[in-house]
């Protein structure tokens, strides 16, 4: 059996996948990369150094077959697959009532109905013992924040699907778990930081460690949970926020 663990990390042409998959790569494993965008996963593969050990699909992660066509590049280019690393998603949701019926499903479709078909897919070809999965959820899916309704229900959502996959795959030798990031500098975020005081006054301004959060916080943690080190730690949800939801931090001056 070939004994170097196999990533697929959808979502990773830029941002927190990127981040990810340089990670898993510097930990030594192979990488599957997808996103729409073909040029940023192209992007990807350079900045990695090991090309030889990155392939990458363009899909959408909504299509039809994107799940079963992603496990099986993954099974072909590299005999396996290990993690399964659910990133991609959207942000900039509304209240309730700004949401449309369209925008709702699209948050649906792209930030949660993906997940639950990835896995779907990947779970009978994880290897009992190393397997896992990782679901990019977020801390407006652990507590209430204005304005971001339909993103912030899909990432509860997940929260849950996460328990329900431990609980239901353990007993075969899979962990899953989620990350929760604060705000965290990718081109998600970047620009509302920039142009939006009040969210940079109630994001950034209000975390203890004041300052941003980096991909690499990110990244760092979904490798923690990848690796053994993790061996015991299934169906949790880990917060990367730098101290920001626990407490209601005011700043001193
Ligand atoms: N950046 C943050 O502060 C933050 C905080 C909490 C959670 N998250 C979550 O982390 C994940 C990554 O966020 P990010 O900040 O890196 O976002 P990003 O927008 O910078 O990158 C997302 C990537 O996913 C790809 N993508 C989007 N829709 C896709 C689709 N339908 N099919 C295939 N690929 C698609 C995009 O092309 C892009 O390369 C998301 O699930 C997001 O909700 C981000």
Known sequence: ??????????????????????????????????????????????????????????????????????????????GG????????????????????????????????????RFSREALPHLRPGRGCIVNLASIFGLLGHPGVAPYAATKAALVGLTRQMAVDYGPQGIRVNAVAPGIIETPLTAERIRTDARFKALMIDTTPFHRIGRPEDVANAIHFLCSDQASFISGHTLTVDGGWSVGNYVPTA
């Open 1 to 78: 059996m070939n004994t170097t663990p196999v990533a697929l990390i959808t979502g990773a042409g830029q941002g927190l996948g990127r981040a990810t998959a340089l990670r898993l790569l510097e930990a030594g494993a192979h990488v599957v990369i997808t996103d729409l965008d073909a040029r940023l996963l192209e992007e990807t593969r350079e900045l990695s150094g090991a090309p030889e050990r990155v392939a990458a699909l363009v899909q959408d992660v909504t299509a039809q077959d994107a799940p079963a066509q992603a496990v099986a590049f993954a099974l072909d280019r590299f």
């Open 81 to 116: 697959l290990d993690w399964l690393i659910n990133n991609a998603g959207i942000g900039k949701a509304k209240s309730v009532a700004q949401t449309s019926d369209e925008e709702w499903d699209r948050y649906a479709d792209i930030n949660l109905r993906s997940v639950f």
